[in-house]
């Protein structure tokens, strides 16, 4: 199993470099990790810094938008160079602790989803299902 982190990033200068190290260490058996870091055209030093650690660390991708787009065109970015079989969103403010990948993944890996959502909620949001809605398996975390 491949698995692509996109990492949409827009002046994240505090707190992205710890981020870089988080999601360099933490290792899910029997995955293959393909790092992808979109920097969505930062204004501070978050542009410095990734380049820097990117040196160190030349197995990650590195893609730069020329000026700001959104993070939603840093997704896209990120997806159109995405080779895993499954994609993973992680944001650069920590917001979200890669560890909790693993749990977004068992399910997969274990045979019981296809695709899951993860959802910061603290109750499972109300989805109606016919036979014609696709079956999703939700992860608190």
Do not use: W
Not at 25 to 37: A, L, M, R, T
Not at 40 to 52: C, L, P, Q, R
Not at 104 to 112: F, H, N, S, T, V
């Amino acid at each position: 199993m491949k698995l692509s982190i996109i990492i949409p990033v827009y002046n994240e200068e505090k707190t992205v470099l710890l981020l870089l190290d988080k999601v360099k260490k933490v290792n899910f058996p029997g995955v293959e990790k393909e790092i992808i870091i979109v920097n969505d055209g930062s204004t501070d030093s978050s542009t410095i810094k990734i380049k820097e650690y990117i040196r160190k660390t030349p197995t990650f991708i590195h893609l730069q938008h020329k000026k700001n787009q959104g993070k939603g065109a840093a997704v896209r970015t990120g997806i159109k160079k995405a080779t895993g079989e499954y994609i993973v969103i992680q944001d650069a403010d920590l917001e979200y602790n890669p560890k909790e990948i693993g749990k977004l993944i068992k399910p997969i890996k274990d045979g019981y989803a296809q695709i899951v959502y993860g959802t910061r909620l603290k109750r499972l949001p109300n989805l109606s299902r016919d036979e014609r809605s696709p079956v999703f398996f939700i992860c608190n975390g």
